[in-house]
Every structure is written in C-alpha cells, then in structure tokens.
C-alpha cells in the first residue's frame, strides 16, 4: 500500500506516533507525546468482612471437618 502525502504537510522529524495538527512541537510537547501515559493502578476491592472466629470453628465442628480434640487445641488459640 502506497501512502501519498501532499508536500505541504510532510514535515521532516515527524513520527508516526504525534498527529499532525497544522504547527511545530516544541520540546516540551514532542516530550509529552513521546511519553505513554501511566495510569495508576486501581484501587484493591474492599476485603470481606471477618467472621467470628468462635462461629467459624463452631460451623466446621458441625460439619464434621475438624474433629472435637481439634476444635479444642484451635479454640484455645483463639482465647475468647
């Protein structure tokens, strides 16, 4: 594919990457278009609230996950 560009908009220097809009760039705008922009990265999602630890090992006790003499070693880690 052949790209014909008129002689009055061809510019020496010009890059790819910076629109021509019809002026010259100066420094400090051939900098900031040479530049990618750097977004900060999103915020973390918000952590799910803590359950009771008691309630929690009371629930795997009922469900038959940690046995009694578990439930009691962890219980006592947990101190309330």
């Known amino acids: 594919m052949v790209l014909l560009v008129p002689r009055q908009i061809r510019m ?4 790819g990457s910076v ?3 019809g002026g010259r760039l100066t ?5 900031a278009a040479a530049q990618p922009r750097r977004y900060p ?7 799910p609230p803590r359950r009771d ?8 006790l009922v469900q038959g ?6 439930y009691d070693e962890l219980r ?3 101190g309330s």
């Open 12 to 15: 020496t220097g010009m890059t």
């Open 19 to 21: 629109p021509y809009y």
């Open 27 to 31: 420094p400090a705008q051939a900098h």
């Open 41 to 47: 990265p999103p915020p973390p999602p918000p952590a």
């Open 53 to 60: 630890p008691v309630a929690a090992l009371d629930e795997l």
């Open 65 to 70: 996950v940690i046995t009694r003499a578990e």
């Open 76 to 78: 006592a880690r947990v």
